[in-house]
């Protein structure tokens, strides 16, 4: 019989990315019952120029203080291009994420997720110059994020250089470095055709982070869980085949903010995720 692993439930931040600052929501979320998060670093919400390093570590010791992990960061992917044909982008970009490895370690976070890239669905280049040009980009970063004691995840997505879970484990393989592995996204990966159990399957070991969230084949989104048909119990199934101990974040977008969460959360606890109740006693 396949063990079920009870991995614990967080919360990625996007729904408050221009209402709220970090530290107000992550305590908010935090009396909730939530103690695992993924900030969205970008103003106002998490400004990356912004807070100095005495605001930074305020925040941290805040953290501390309530028991909450900031477990990854997460760049918005409209500011940044690894996989751009424009070198002063590249260059750009990889200076942007070298500034959130930084922030990252500030932070104690285990995890930076980077989408690997941005391209034309009209005309994209060929797999091989997104290879080169994401090369370029990512080799510094390996090499700086492991020296800061970070691990980078590159992400499914479906306008990047590896939207799905064929080329983007290999590309991840090719390194084979512990610094660098996947976040994998099950919405995206439905939203494109690809079944999410196949694709956790086929990245194993691969996997460090997972995104929850729900949306269609017609209209890409990330609703709240049950607005969509995002197949979650096969989801559940493949993380115990692939014996995933890692954390699942929530990662829903939504005006209701904090009522999407939990409902969110609700409706997966049948299926093996820990309750909400369940957090707060390992808590």
């Not at 989104?221 to 199934?237: C, M, N, Q, S, T």
Request: glycine share 4%; aromatic share 8%.
């Amino acid at each position: 019989m396949t063990q079920r692993f009870k991995n614990p439930i967080g919360v990625n931040t996007y729904s408050y990315l221009w209402t709220t600052p970090a530290s107000q929501c992550v305590m908010q979320l935090a009396k909730t019952g939530y103690r695992e998060f993924e900030l969205l670093l970008s103003p106002p919400h998490l400004p990356l120029d912004e807070l100095t390093a005495a605001d930074r570590k305020r925040f941290a010791a805040a953290c501390v203080r309530e028991g909450v992990t900031i477990r990854s960061l997460n760049v918005p992917s409209l500011d940044h291009n690894l996989a751009s044909s424009m070198r002063r982008m590249r260059e750009y970009s990889v200076q942007l994420f070298i500034d959130s490895i930084d922030f990252a370690a500030d932070l104690d976070a285990a995890y930076l997720v980077i989408v690997p890239g941005r391209m034309s669905p009209l005309f994209p280049p060929t797999q091989e110059l997104r290879e080169a040009w994401m090369r370029e980009g990512l080799d510094p970063l390996v090499e700086y994020a492991e020296k800061r004691g970070v691990k980078l995840v590159l992400e499914n997505v479906p306008f990047a250089s590896f939207p799905d879970a064929k080329t983007l484990g290999a590309f991840v393989r090719s390194y084979a470095s512990p610094t660098l592995s996947v976040c994998y996204d099950a919405a995206n990966a439905h939203f494109i055709g690809e079944s999410p159990a196949d694709g956790l399957r086929s990245l194993g070991e691969l996997v460090s982070l997972v995104h929850l969230s729900d949306t269609t084949q017609q209209v890409w989104r990330h609703d709240e869980i049950g607005l969509g048909d995002v197949p979650f119990a096969a989801v559940r199934a493949a993380l115990d085949d692939i014996e995933f101990k890692g954390t699942c974040m929530l990662e829903i977008i939504s005006s209701e903010t904090e009522a999407a969460i939990v409902r969110s959360h609700r409706k997966i606890e049948a299926l093996g995720f820990p309750s909400l109740e369940e957090q707060e006693q390992r808590a």
